[in-house]
């Protein structure tokens, strides 16, 4: 598939000297999204509710990053990503709410749950945890991405080229530019505007089909965007 | 992106003989698809309420496709897509009962509504409208699938390979694998498992984002699946 990026070179948003920071970076994902943006040169700060532990995730990625406790990174990050569980989500989004306003928060945190049969989708009161976050931080500009990376690819030295599509949501037209760029800055990867985010809870749910995909055919499957 | 296809030929299933049935094959998305089967020589019979109009439907595209009141085309076919409008969707399958029991019926239907803020997800008492076909037929097997493809390529005569994967979502693994087999009879397309059933609904939703897409990008928007 022939893949242009011509489209997006024009939506191209300058991110020199934001600084990114992860909650939760100490997991799979988020990990996995700090190393990619530390090699890409961007100031990457990991976040945990250990200090410690942030400070372990971050030596082990190199590149440059730093970790502290998730407090400190809501607070001297310029963008946020918020990578960590589900069930975690709300109360620290919660208890970050000062140090949050004013900044881009990236939700990419996927309800999904788990039994015989495989993953499924949880249901959330606020339609998607993206719109739980905006709702939880009102003086925030919330947008969706980075659910369907694959932290195994993200993590892999070897895979030079992350080949597929991270689909960008949200209401604020110059925050979804924003990180349509930063998904850009990892090699092989479009940023593309997928909606607004009443529209995420799909997105986020598509996570367990994407898991079904993983299974049957043994893939650390993502999406591609065609005709665009 | 390199398309690997050894997996999918492994799963090929004999398609020889079927008869596809389309249900709404008079609207734009059933019209291709029978456009498309028409084409790559399978016998199509297009549904509609109106025998006379699914019969100037099947002249319209030719290629031996035929015509018939939906009732006598969900009779004849072995495998019945059915691409009506959701708000017609429940009272026709109800009707058709009998005529669809031990038959694959394929739902492509996308229950999505509209307003100034464009396209978004519309809920479904049963989760989803394949559930809802499955609720209602149940001596059918239901499979979800051709959600995302895009019409106007399906009929333009100038796009001779639609470059897009189906995702395929079904409890029957034989159905399953008879429907991608028929996705892939379309240049171009392959036929992707996507999960259960259950997890149907952001699959049918996802339609809203993809129009979305279609609106920022003057696109014809589609999806591949990558890895895969």
């Known amino acids: 598939m022939p893949v242009s990026r011509g489209w997006h070179d024009r939506a191209m948003t300058d991110l020199n000297g934001l600084t990114i920071g992860i909650l939760g970076g100490t997991g799979d994902q988020g990990k996995g999204l700090a190393r990619r943006f530390a090699l890409a040169g961007h100031p990457v700060l990991i976040g945990s509710r250990s200090a410690q532990r942030a400070k372990d995730a971050a030596a082990s990625i190199g590149s440059g990053a730093s970790g502290d406790e998730n407090a400190a990174v809501a607070t001297q990050a310029d963008i946020v990503i918020v990578a960590v569980p589900y069930d975690g989500h709300k109360a620290l989004l919660e ?3 000062a140090e949050l ?8 945190v996927n309800p999904i749950g788990f039994d015989k049969q495989g993953a499924y989708a949880l249901p959330v009161a606020e339609g998607s945890a993206a719109q739980q ?3 939880v931080l009102p003086d925030t500009r919330v947008v969706a991405a980075f659910h369907h990376v694959s932290a195994v690819l993200l993590m892999d030295p070897a895979v030079d080229e992350v080949e597929l599509d991270v689909l960008v949501l949200g209401d604020d037209r110059e925050a979804t530019d924003t990180v349509q760029a930063l998904a850009a800055v990892i090699p092989g990867v479009r ?4 909606g607004r985010l009443r529209n995420a809870h799909q997105i986020e749910a598509l996570t ?3 898991i079904s995909v993983n299974r049957r055919y043994k893939a650390h499957a993502g999406l591609r965007i065609t005709d665009v």
């Open 191 to 194: 940023g593309v505007y997928g």
């Open 208 to 210: 367990a089909n994407i």
């Open 95 to 97: 208890s970050l709410r």
């Open 101 to 108: 306003a004013g900044k881009i928060v990236v939700d990419c």
């Open 133 to 135: 976050a905006a709702a």
